[in-house]
């Protein structure tokens, strides 16, 4: 996404620095202009920098994170001196950190001080993007000027981008899609068939904002681009890491196999971790975050889960109100 981002913004002419944590990365990206191994398809024009030096950052007017988020706090800790305290951050991060339990702007504030924060989340596979296949995704911040500001930053003739003034809602969609689209390539792994992947999809998002609500979410995010948009995109995706490490999972691999057959960070394996602790601390049902928590981390069986999860009490599909 560091990647792809670097390349929309100079597409439209904007002064671009494409800053690597390894040095040897950036000059092998440098000098081929083509991220080999996490978006072949796209050519970075001469006019965007590409730098593994950390103070190259420090003129930055704005600074987009493509980092994930359980290596974020490093990586901010490493580059905090170099950013000014009047420099917005935009995160594009999906993921929740492990033992804090914090989101990727709330990392973003702690390390950072108070500033300007935004995040871009939605329906966005990256290679698709690139090959100026038509996509839509969310820019939210609590600071109206800055989402507008996103939003022209990041809009082109592919790309279209809506605003939305919650950030809590749209980062815990990116985040907790990640762990539902585990559980559709486990599906997809077991052959279990379109409905009960619809049926996943459904309850699933379902669970997802009633967390949402629970941390103080609009529940209108979850039906939008980057609560039900993103969460279809992942968990039909051939080329969604997540759902393609839940598919060898379902085909019998351990998560420790399926990791290592996996190219890149799988986002969901450790946000299913921190979606579970929310979810208990502040009392939310969550029964197939749950189950999938028991597969990843202690051992169940995937069949078995699916089990636990059809012979659950029967209710309504909707809480009545009175």
Same mark, same amino acid.
């Given at each position: ?23 040897? !990365? ?32 420090? #003129? ?10 359980? !290596? ?76 507008? %500001? ?59 904002? %009633? ?45 420790? #196999? ?53 012979? %659950?009490?029967?209710?309504?599909? !909707?809480?009545?109100? !009175?």
């Amino acid at each position: 996404m560091g990647t792809l981002c670097a390349w929309i913004l100079a597409q439209a002419g904007r002064e671009t620095v494409l800053w690597c944590r390894q040095s040897q !990365h950036a000059a092998e990206l440098a000098q081929a202009r083509i991220n080999v191994r996490h978006l072949p398809t796209v050519r970075l024009p001469e006019s965007v920098e590409v730098t593994g030096q950390d103070a190259a950052i420090s #003129q930055g007017e704005l600074i987009f994170l493509a980092v994930p988020s359980q !290596h974020l706090r490093w990586v901010l800790t490493r580059l905090a001196r170099h950013i000014p305290a009047s420099v917005p951050v935009i995160s594009l991060a999906k993921g929740i950190e492990n033992d804090t339990l914090l989101r990727p702007t709330e990392i973003c504030a702690n390390l950072l001080g108070p500033r300007l924060l935004g995040v871009i989340s939605g329906p966005s596979i990256a290679d698709e993007v690139a090959r100026g296949l038509p996509a839509t995704v969310v820019a939210a911040s609590s600071d109206d000027g800055l989402s507008r %500001r996103m939003q022209e930053l990041m809009s082109c003739p592919f790309l279209r981008v809506y605003r939305n003034a919650d950030v809590v809602g749209v980062e815990l969609a990116g985040a907790s899609k990640n762990i539902i689209a585990i559980a559709a390539g486990i599906l997809d792994g077991l052959a279990m068939g379109v409905n009960a992947k619809a049926s996943l999809v459904t309850r699933g998002l379902a669970e997802i904002t %009633r967390l949402g609500m629970a941390l103080g979410a609009q529940a209108e995010t979850f039906s939008g681009l980057a609560g039900l948009g993103d969460l279809v995109t992942t968990c039909f995706s051939l080329s969604s890491r997540n759902r393609s490490f839940g598919q060898r999972i379902g085909a019998g691999l351990s998560p420790e #196999q399926a990791q290592a057959e996996i190219s890149g960070v799988v986002e969901g394996l450790p946000t299913t971790r921190s979606v579970v602790a929310l979810a208990r601390r502040y009392k939310v049902e969550m029964p197939i975050s749950e189950t999938l928590y028991t597969v990843l981390f202690e051992g169940c069986n995937p069949r078995e889960g699916i089990s636990t999860l059809m012979s %659950r009490q029967p209710k309504a599909e !909707h809480h009545q109100r !009175h």
